[in-house]
């Protein structure tokens, strides 16, 4: 069964750091550029960094930019996410997600962790 | 970066209406776009790619039209399944906007 399986999430203070993880199972997983969607409370769906396959090619939204970084290990089927220097407006669940094929929609979605930024 | 803003925010609609959901990008994406169902408390799932593709297991009901800077998703037959948030996405450029969404209620 291909599935998206992402961890890492927890309460963590303003200013704090938390690493997510993103275990990918059912395909071959250095074949597929990735990317992380994170949601708040009651509010939409808000793109967040995307990473090629390969790792050539990484992109942020502005939102994040300088203080998350994207990584992949394809030997270990892993996406991360580093986020440091964490603020309230980053409480949200975050998903990765796979894009079809390289720059497409995303068909396969893990289930979400949550991340709650809080003194 | 490329806005994406869905109309309308909300639709009450009826099992068996026909259901229109409208998607304009504040430039051309070409047909690079997706649509997404996503219901309380779980990810969002793919309907359509590029622009009209529907995505494999997804029920035919489902419909995407449109290309350059408006889109429009219907659903033919509303079913009880149906009721949930709809968004757009861009993939034009890497920076993959998501329409502010489109939550279909019961009427």
């Known amino acids: 069964e291909v599935q998206l399986v992402e961890s890492g999430g927890g309460l963590v203070q303003p200013g704090g750091s938390l690493r997510l993880s993103c275990a990918a199972s059912?395909?071959?997983?250095?074949?597929?550029?990735m990317n992380w969607v994170r949601q708040a409370p009651g509010k939409g769906l808000e793109w967040v960094s995307y990473i090629s396959s390969s790792s050539s090619t990484i992109y942020y939204a502005d939102s994040v930019k300088g203080r998350f970084t994207i990584s992949r290990d394809n030997a270990k089927n892993s996406l991360y996410l580093q986020m440091n220097s964490l603020r309230a407006e980053d409480t949200a669940v975050y998903y990765c997600a796979r894009d079809r094929s390289g720059k497409d929609a995303f068909d396969i979605w893990g289930q979400g962790t949550m991340v709650t930024v809080s003194s | 970066d490329i806005q994406m803003t869905q109309s309308p925010s909300t639709l009450s609609a009826s099992v068996g209406d026909r259901v229109t959901i409208t998607c304009r990008a504040s430039?051309?994406?070409?047909?690079?776009l997706a649509w997404y169902q996503q219901k309380p408390g779980k990810a969002p799932k793919l309907l359509i790619y590029k622009a009209s593709s529907l995505e494999s297991g997804v029920p035919s009901r489902f419909s995407g039209s449109g290309s350059g800077t408006e889109f429009t998703l219907t659903i033919s037959s509303l079913q009880p399944d149906d009721f949930a948030t709809y968004y757009c996405q861009q993939y034009n450029s890497y920076h993959g906007t998501f329409g502010q969404g489109t939550k279909v209620e019961i009427k």
């Open positions: 059912g395909f071959t997983f250095s074949s597929y550029s």
């Open positions: 430039q051309s994406i070409s047909s690079w």
